[in-house]
């Protein structure tokens, strides 16, 4: 069975990406990665200090400063943490059930989780996407961009994060220079390697988002499929997983 997004439990993992902003890097094509969503209250996009009811999921945006003819808007139903999420950065994962279905079209569409033994060689290049902090102290981008970042080794992580490192279900990236990278990264938006989503955004340096010596650090999707899968089996008339 293929797990997909956006079906009836839509917008699972990517609905954070306003908090995952991009230094440097470019501006997306419009509409270009419809699996996108924003998770907004009262009309700004946040994915901290909010129950989750109260939220709004923004689905086929590109500028989420407009109200375009391409977004839908839909109300959070339900919500489920993962059960040994703390608060903190560990296990930092939710599952988002809307109160209706969305509608796929060109803007919006799902993307496949990953089905594979989860294990993505180091050194690819992997792409991450937001509207967030455009740097440290800067301001948000209303237009979507997106930049490329490196896989790196786990013991490389390990050894800069200790023991806020859990590589059985974290993987981290380092920052190309040239190409940018993300910043405000402390929830939300897509890593995809090989046009697969293989993690969410944890966490970065806080001072510095964009410190080289600091890797990015992204909970890793594969490790909580199986729990994914518990959770839609909740609901009958559910067939596929969400992101």
């Known amino acids: 069975m293929t797990y997909r997004t956006l079906v009836n439990l839509p917008v699972v993992l990517t609905v954070c990406a306003t908090e995952s902003g991009i230094v440097g890097g470019k501006v997306s094509k419009p509409h270009s990665r419809p699996y996108m969503a924003s998770l907004q209250f009262q009309g700004h996009h946040s994915c901290v ?10 689905l086929g945006a590109h500028d989420i400063s407009k109200a375009e003819k391409s977004q ?18 560990d296990y930092d994962i939710m599952l988002l059930k809307l109160k209706t279905n969305a509608k796929l079209n060109e803007y919006v ?8 033994d989860g294990k993505i060689p180091a050194n690819i290049k992997c792409v991450v996407a937001g509207w967030g902090k455009t740097g440290t102290n800067k ?6 961009k997106e930049t490329t970042e490196q896989l790196q080794f786990s013991f490389e992580c390990r050894y800069i994060w200790k023991e806020y490192f859990r590589s059985n279900h974290m993987i981290c990236t380092k920052v190309i220079k040239k190409a940018g990278g993300l910043c405000q990264g402390d929830s939300g ?10 993690g969410i955004i944890a966490f970065t340096e806080g001072k510095d988002c964009n410190n080289p010596k600091y890797p990015h650090v ?13 959770i839609m089996k909740k609901y009958d008339n559910v067939t596929s997983a969400s992101t």
């Open 139 to 144: 301001p948000s981008s209303n237009v979507l």
């Open 189 to 198: 938006g897509p890593l995809l390697c090989n046009n697969k989503p293989q």
């Open 109 to 116: 569409q799902p993307i496949d989780l990953p089905n594979d």
């Open 72 to 89: 839908q808007s839909i109300q959070v139903a339900k919500y489920h943490k993962y059960p040994n999420f703390t608060g903190l950065y």
């Open 218 to 230: 992204f909970t890793k999707i594969h490790f909580f499929l199986p729990w994914i899968k518990k």
């Open 49 to 58: 200090y909010f129950v989750p009811q109260d939220m709004t999921v923004v």
